[in-house]
Nanobody, 122 residues
Framework: QVQLVESGGGLVQPGGSLRLSCTAS????????MGWYRQAPGKERDLVAA???????DYADSVKGRFSISRDNAKNTVYLQMNSLKPEDTAVYYC????????????????WGQGTLVTVSS
């Protein structure tokens, strides 16, 4: 069974930094795109950043210049370095893999992690 497990959330003061990690475990052949989403109370879940297997990245306008996404393909792990955090960054952050190639040829689609809470407050 393939799972995505996030870690690294917590409480941080405005202007501070946090690094989130998400590791995919199980029998995996490859994962092309991995991404981070976030959902604040009462709001929809929105894309924060995404990265392809080859390292092409995409960011929401609200985090450009402050957040950086990276991945270690050998470890099936994606990271989100968050700097200059603002109170409006407070949300549950979710890792997503839209398509996971597994042995046997039946891909797993729309795989989500359980989420990790980031709170930015003084």
């Amino acid at each position: 069974q393939v799972q995505l497990v996030e870690s690294g959330g917590g409480l941080v003061q405005p202007g501070g930094s946090l690094r989130l990690s998400c590791t995919a475990s199980g029998s995996i052949v490859s994962i092309n795109v991995m991404g981070w989403y976030r959902q604040a109370p009462g709001k929809e879940r929105d894309l924060v950043a995404a990265i392809t297997f080859s390292g092409i990245t995409d960011y929401a306008d609200s985090v450009k210049g402050r957040f950086s996404i990276s991945r270690d393909n050998a470890k099936n792990t994606v990271y989100l370095q968050m700097n200059s955090l603002k109170p409006e960054d407070t949300a549950v952050y979710y890792c997503k893999a839209p398509q996971v190639v597994v042995p046997g040829g039946k891909d797993l689609l729309e795989l989500w992690g359980q989420g990790t809470l980031v709170t930015v407050s003084s």
